[in-house]
């Protein structure tokens, strides 16, 4: 009887220890699940699908890369709060959309490519939140230029990343881009520059244009 009785006891400890190996076995499968649903959420897609895209093309890049797949994200967010914003008059807007994603596939040349497609998502975040005025600004600011009250500037900067401001003179408006500088605060658009510098403005306004020295007057309205 005790032999019976050790046999029971030996038994059930065995299977005691067989369900605490598969209670491991499960718990551990069960983690091993839940973070690889929790990787599968972080890596981001983008805002089109990568099931149709080209080999070696720039979207298969973007697809490719996180950050690149979460500046699209970032970018069709603002791009569709930018055409609520002008509703009917949206035809011009997504002519220049158009434009730029061909000038994004252009980076195809770049040997760098995902720096250079990073750089142009962001500069065109950047360029619909000042331009349709999604982001916080400073201004409209008037500044006179070499002493003449009638050669004036009005500017606005755009809390962007990068930084931004749009510069307006007579019927021409320029966009600028913070870029580095040694000192102050210096903005690159086309043809033209903004160097803020020493408590003055130093403005370049065209190709091979002659730099004018200027001084903010006021806020413009």
Known sequence: MRQVTTYIT?????????????S????????ADAYNNVTEQKTPSPSF?????????IEAVVCQQPELAQLDNQLNHVYQHALNKVEDSSRELKAMQRGWLKGRDDCWKSNDKPHCIKESYQQRIAELQARYRLVDSNGPL???????????FIVTFFNTEPRTLIAERGD??????NVASGSGAKYQGQNETFWEHQG??????GYQAPELTCQMASSAY
Do not use: Q
């Open 49 to 57: 699908d990568c099931s149709t895209v080209s080999e070696g093309s």
């Open 24 to 31: 491991h076995e499960n718990s551990a499968k069960n983690n």
């Open 10 to 22: 030996i038994t059930g400890l065995a299977l005691a220890l067989m369900a605490c190996d598969n």
């Open 142 to 152: 008037r500044f006179i230029c070499d002493n003449n009250p009638k050669n004036e």
């Open 200 to 205: 003055k403005a130093l403005i370049t306004w």
């Open 172 to 177: 021409h408006t320029s966009l600028m881009y």
